[in-house]
T-cell receptor, first 115, second 115 residues
Framework: DAGITQSPRHKVTETGTPVTLRCHQT?????MYWYRQDPGHGLRLIHY???????DKGEVSDGYSVSRSKTEDFLLTLESATSSQTSVYFC??????????????FGSGTRLTVV | AQKVTQAQTEISVVEKEDVTLDCVYE???????LFWYKQPPSGELVFLIR??????QNEISGRYSWNFQKSTSSFNFTITASQVVDSAVYFC????????????FGTGTSLTVIP
């Protein structure tokens, strides 16, 4: 029943390499988000998108870029991965509008380890 | 600035006990939204409840209840007659009119229910 899927689920990469995480939704929602989850920090917003080619920065956007060329796909790229980017990454969508009205539906997460 | 504090990092209870998870928030907006999410050991994030700042009625859903008090800026979550399946990390989150697309999450409370 998942309307939102993330790939890969797990990834180990080396410091300095580029990494792209993919979020795919089948709900045709306008808003999509990338969060990272770290112990002691809860979840923090990296970037979000409010439409095709429309994106904005969140609280912890340094070192990350995003792209949205289709409604259903939202890509998160680490141009040159660092150990501080080891985290669990969650993609989210909000149903029909802004998140504060509709809340988030989260993907299953991607566990990224940078060695 | 927006902030959510979950002072209880870990809680352990014996099955069938009641347990309350605390959430204290900070915002300067008069219109804001509060959420609770559950993260079971499998790792997904599950939406539990959304409450806006104009609705101070407490809510009950089965064994779950929420107490929203604007006077103390708190939105506490009580589980009655806890069960092992309630073992999870619980996150409280805040968004407001100025940051409608960004949620501010607390650091989470890890609840363990001992059989």
């Amino acid at each position: 029943d998942a309307g939102i899927t993330q790939s890969p689920r797990h990834k180990v990469t080396e410091t300095g390499t580029p990494v792209t995480l993919r979020c795919h939704q089948t709900e045709n929602h306008r808003y999509m988000y990338w969060y990272r989850q770290d112990p002691g920090h809860g979840l923090r917003l990296i970037h979000y998108s409010y439409g095709v080619k429309d994106t904005d920065k969140g609280e912890v956007s340094d070192g990350y870029s995003v792209s949205r060329s289709k409604t259903e796909d939202f890509l998160l790229t680490l141009e040159s991965a660092t150990s501080s980017q080891t985290s669990v990454y969650f993609c989210a969508i909000s149903g029909g509008g802004t998140a504060n009205v509709y809340g988030y539906t989260f993907g299953s997460g991607t566990r990224l380890t940078v060695v | 600035a927006q902030k959510v504090t979950q002072a209880q990092t870990e809680i352990s209870v014996v099955e069938k006990e009641d347990v309350t998870l605390d959430c204290v928030y900070e915002t300067r907006d008069t219109t804001y939204y509060l959420f609770w999410y559950k993260q079971p050991p499998s790792g997904e994030l599950v939406f539990l409840i959304r409450r806006n700042s104009f609705d101070e009625q407490n809510e009950i859903s089965g064994r779950y209840s929420w107490n929203f008090q604007k006077s103390t800026s708190s939105f506490n979550f009580t589980i009655t007659a806890s069960q092992v399946v309630d073992s999870a990390v619980y996150f409280c989150a805040l968004s407001d009119e100025n940051t409608g697309n960004q949620f501010y999450f607390g650091t989470g409370t890890s609840l363990t229910v001992i059989p």
